[in-house]
């Protein structure tokens, strides 16, 4: 995780530049920040444990001249959070600094090899030993960029790296297993873990792929393999606004971003229907939909939640057999795939390590990998066999919500192409579930119109426990896992998702009126189902919210609170559902104070394992 950022340039103030791209990573880590300047009196470094706002505070009277920095904001992997492990690391003499994200594996042995030869460290980060790999092969002559493939050709792990050094305005970057994209300016260039870091001055970006590493100048960027071979790379253009990496009047990132659900699952879904027959055109997949005997889907966390919600849309429309696995756990298991299985790993970020592990298993074993993503250019997106896009826009805020509903949007619409396409879903029917999602977007407005302000009290009145629980049923059984997902990680309050019907089986022990549970009870073929649910956690004083659809007044009656959900098809309502629930996490956590955009222990792309 860690977000690194290195300008040259002869333009404006580059400590404040540094630190305005600082903060656009943020997501990425926030123990601590720091900053190395490179001026003519030699290297210019100062790093702090904590956000980069107290970094940014204890610069503000420093007026400096530079042409070239680098700043890290950090995550802790190895070495706790404190000055003298936050980045930038030094040599011995303090000639070579460098920022860095991702784990060098075999920093022991390269850090005993370096103290035998005298070298000195000064913290207890894998990162330092770079420093001193390169100060060490310096020794044996060659220009810069040689001596930096020599130390790459030692590292085991990954790494993304920028450099500096105390004679040159240049920056030296490599990059294996953790992301580096550089901005192409105009007499200036950028590099950083990722685009928003530097959108604001380009959006001309060449991604850095694995194996590779360059060098960056006001006037030229030069890549390279490890070997020292050049490089051709083809600069593209990102299509990102930088208001869409703005907080635009909202008061926290994740804010912004539910509200933004409607146009994203738009921009997501709209490419993809015909609309004078209300048909869904699908880019090409790695395996024509008749010769797909099942579906394997793998990923994290939030994305998790969506396979689990697609593997319903699968079975259910195309009639494909279909399993969800961690990815965490797949790569360390015997899996079995055929050829004609389809492997889906969805990500938000495209950089998640354990997605990436487990495409890559998947791939070994012969699978065949669709990549759902919403990061143009990330490490999944160049490994897997095709891709498709979710058009969610930039994800600042650490909990994610418009990457999973345009993740469900998506799903949703293969589902139907592959349900049309193996004879499953007629021509009808298609226009039928087509023109569903097509209204969903207006619905979402008009129920936050309409709902914001109950859900505001539910989300404040929440925060007064400690512990909460969520049940739906079918479809919305996932719902329920990621309602609860969202309640703990901004909020900390502990929370539970469960399947309602396994509640006898157990957890309604737990049951009594210190703990509320959210029931998930639109409409659905086991509406009934819920019900009897709900009145078994009634009779035992629990307090109950519910999210309802259309007119269920005897739901209403053993309701302590509702929210009113508009109708939507059945297979639609897990896309609508989440939406509260996301925004009751949000009221609980801000109401409490706390960090909403950044939880604590959390980081936005996991690229650790
Ligand atoms: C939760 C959250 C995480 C991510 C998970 C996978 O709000 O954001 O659970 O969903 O780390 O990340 P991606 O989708 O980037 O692979």
């Known amino acids: 995780m860690c977000g690194i950022i290195g300008i040259v340039s002869d333009k404006g103030n580059l400590k404040d530049r540094v630190i305005e791209g600082l903060k656009r990573l943020e997501y990425r880590g926030y123990d601590s920040a720091g900053i190395a300047l490179r001026t003519e009196e030699g290297l210019l470094i100062r790093k702090k444990k904590g956000k980069v706002s107290q970094l940014e505070e204890e610069l503000r009277n420093l007026r400096i001249s530079s042409r070239a920095a680098v700043g890290h904001t950090r995550w802790a992997t190895h070495g706790e959070p404190n000055d003298p492990n936050s980045h930038p690391h030094t040599d011995c003499r303090g000639e070579i600094t460098l920022v860095h994200n991702g784990i060098i594996e075999n920093y022991l042995e390269l850090k005993e090899d370096l103290r035998r030869k005298g070298h000195r460290f000064r913290s207890q980060t894998d990162s330092e030993v770079v420093a001193h790999l390169l100060e060490e092969e310096l020794k044996e002559g060659g220009s810069f960029m040689e001596a930096l493939g020599r130390v790459v050709r030692r590292l085991e792990g990954s790494f993304a790296l920028v450099v500096l050094n105390s004679r040159e305005d240049a920056l030296y970057i490599a990059r294996q297993d953790s992301p580096l994209v550089v901005g192409l300016g105009d007499g200036e260039n950028f590099v950083a873990s990722d685009i928003p870091a530097f959108l604001s001055w380009t959006n001309r970006v060449v991604f850095i792929e694995n194996g590779e590493m360059g060098k960056l100048t006001l006037s030229s960027v030069e890549i390279y393999d490890f070997q020292g071979r050049k490089r051709d790379k083809k600069p593209q253009i990102i299509n ?9 009047g909202y008061k926290h990132f994740m804010l912004k971003e539910i509200h933004e659900q409607a146009k994203a699952i738009s921009d997501t879904v709209g490419p993809r229907i015909e609309r004078d027959s209300n048909s869904v055109v699908m880019e090409d997949l790695p395996l024509s939909p008749r010769k797909i005997k099942d579906i394997l889907i793998l990923a994290c966390g939030t994305s998790y939640h969506a396979g689990l919600v697609g593997k319903f849309y699968f079975e259910e429309l195309a009639g494909i057999k279909t399993d969800v696995d961690y990815a965490s756990e797949f790569r360390y ?9 389809l492997v889906i790993a969805i990500s938000q970020s495209g950089e998640t390590a354990d997605t990436i592990g487990a495409l890559r298993k998947a791939r070994s074993l012969g699978g065949k990998v669709l990549a759902v993503c919403n990061v143009v250019g990330s490490s999944i997106t160049r490994e897997a066999d095709a891709v498709l896009y979710t058009h969610a826009g930039p994800e600042i805020s650490v909990a994610s919500t418009k990457a999973f509903t345009t993740q469900l949007s998506l799903l949703y619409l293969l589902a139907v192409y592959l349900g049309r396409e193996v004879g499953k879903i007629e021509r009808k029917e298609e226009a039928r579930l087509v023109s569903g999602i097509l209204s969903l977007p207006s619905r979402i407005e008009r129920m936050l119109r309409e709902e914001k302000e109950r859900i505001r009290e539910i989300g404040v009145d929440i925060s007064a426990y400690t512990d909460a629980l969520y049940l739906g049923r079918h479809l919305n059984y996932p719902i329920a896992l990621e ?3 969202k309640l703990k990680e901004i909020s900390y309050i502990h929370a539970e998702g469960y399947p309602a019907g396994e509640m006898k089986h157990g957890p309604i022990a737990l049951i009594d009126e210190n703990l509320p549970t959210v029931f998930i009870a639109t409409e659905s073929k086991v509406l009934d189902k819920v019900r009897s ?13 519910s999210l309802l659809s ?3 007044p005897e739901i209403e009656e053993l309701s302590d609170a509702v929210i009113k959900v508009p109708e939507v098809d059945e297979y639609l309502f897990p896309i ?3 939406i509260p629930l996301q925004l009751i996490a949000y009221y609980a956590a801000d109401f409490l104070g706390h960090d909403v955009d950044q939880p604590r222990n959390l980081a936005k792309s996991v690229t650790v394992e």
């Open 240 to 248: 990102w606004s930088l208001a869409q990496a703005e907080k635009g």
């Open 333 to 341: 298991r015997k899996p079995v795939l055929s050829p004609s299985t």
């Open 483 to 485: 309602g609860a997902l």
């Open 533 to 545: 649910n709900m009145e078994e956690i009634k009779s035992r004083r629990g307090k109950i919210i």
């Open 550 to 552: 259309g007119e269920h």
């Open 576 to 578: 609508i559902n989440i």
